[in-house]
């Protein structure tokens, strides 16, 4: 079954391309990818098809990002939940980072919250 489009799935294929950068997946970014996608609202059923999109294998189903632009209720706690997932070894790695601060900067959170969360 095809994905349909979605904010949840946007910011999801976002940050998953962060984590494949450098092509490996750890342990770690896997934490942090499956709160995000309980948190966006991915189903497990459609994290194989967005990694294919990720990895440009498939074509996204996103045709206009700026319409996933606005903030929603919920950014704050999603991208909590993200950072309390990195924390969860009480370090966050180079590429977690990276995917921390791509997440920042789709949910529009700024570094004076980003210190409060």
Do not use: C
């Not at 450098?22 to 189903?43: F, P, Q």
């Not at 990002?65 to 919920?74: E, F, I, L, N, R």
């Not at 969860?88 to 791509?102: G, N």
Request: proline share 3%.
């Amino acid at each position: 079954m095809a994905l349909v489009a979605s904010r949840g799935l946007y910011l999801y294929i976002e940050v998953l391309t962060t984590a494949l950068g450098d092509e490996i997946i750890t342990n770690d970014e896997a934490s942090i990818l499956k709160v995000l996608a309980t948190s966006l609202g991915v189903s497990p059923f459609d994290v194989g098809d967005a990694m294919d999109i990720a990895r440009g294998i498939d074509p996204s189903p996103i045709t206009s990002p700026g319409d996933y632009a606005s903030h929603q209720v919920g950014d704050a706690t999603t991208y909590q939940s993200a950072l309390v997932a990195a924390l969860d070894d009480e370090v966050i790695s180079e590429d977690e980072w990276a995917m921390l601060e791509t997440l920042r900067s789709l949910l529009g959170i700024q570094q004076d919250q980003h210190a409060l969360i």
